[in-house]
């Protein structure tokens, strides 16, 4: 540690956070799931923004709460209306790799304004990527308060 400052020690710490030690689990839906039945499910397992994948998990899109109001704004039938419509689909996507670290992926989280990045890897089988996990303001939130209570996972 000699010459370092607390400052300098914080800062490598943080540089060494990974997005493979610190991603969830992605919660997904299909490009025909409904509206209705995507809004269930962000319910259900009380996340915000829902990935969608093709089968293997390939990802073409992300849909938010703001996509759910928007689409309640409409007078679209939700119960009929496939997910594939309100989505925002690949390539338009903002992702990150297991092994980019936790601040990359924090820098895109501002820098374009999102709440979520799929976790993605390239698909063995497809073109494509596929979706592993999940990072969120919540994720970056969390090891923030690890680090103040000095008791990092
Ligand atoms: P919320 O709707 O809860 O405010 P966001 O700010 O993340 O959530 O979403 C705003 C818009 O950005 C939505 O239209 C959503 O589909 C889109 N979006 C969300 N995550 C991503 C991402 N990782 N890459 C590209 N677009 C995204």
Do not use: W
Not at 27 to 44: I, K, N, R, S
Not at 106 to 112: D, S, T, V
Not at 141 to 147: D, H, P, Q, S, Y
């Amino acid at each position: 540690y000699a010459g370092k400052s607390s400052n300098q020690l914080l800062g490598d710490y943080i540089r060494k956070l990974t997005v493979k030690e610190h991603k969830s689990i992605p919660v997904v839906c299909q490009e025909d799931t409904t509206v209705y039945d995507a809004m269930c499910t962000m319910f259900l397992e009380d996340v915000g923004t829902l990935f969608v994948v093709r089968e293997g998990g390939l990802l073409i899109g992300v849909v938010s709460r703001k996509d759910f109001l928007k689409s309640l704004m409409g007078s679209r039938e939700l119960a009929q209306t496939p997910i594939g419509v309100i989505m925002t689909r690949m390539p338009n996507i903002v992702t990150c790799k297991l092994d980019d670290t936790l601040l990359e992926a924090a820098a895109l989280l501002i820098r374009y304004q999102v709440d979520a990045l799929p976790v993605v890897k390239e698909s063995s089988s497809e073109k494509g990527v596929e979706v592993v996990g999940r990072i969120t303001k919540t994720t970056v939130t969390k090891a923030f308060v690890e680090l103040g209570e000095g008791t990092p996972v």
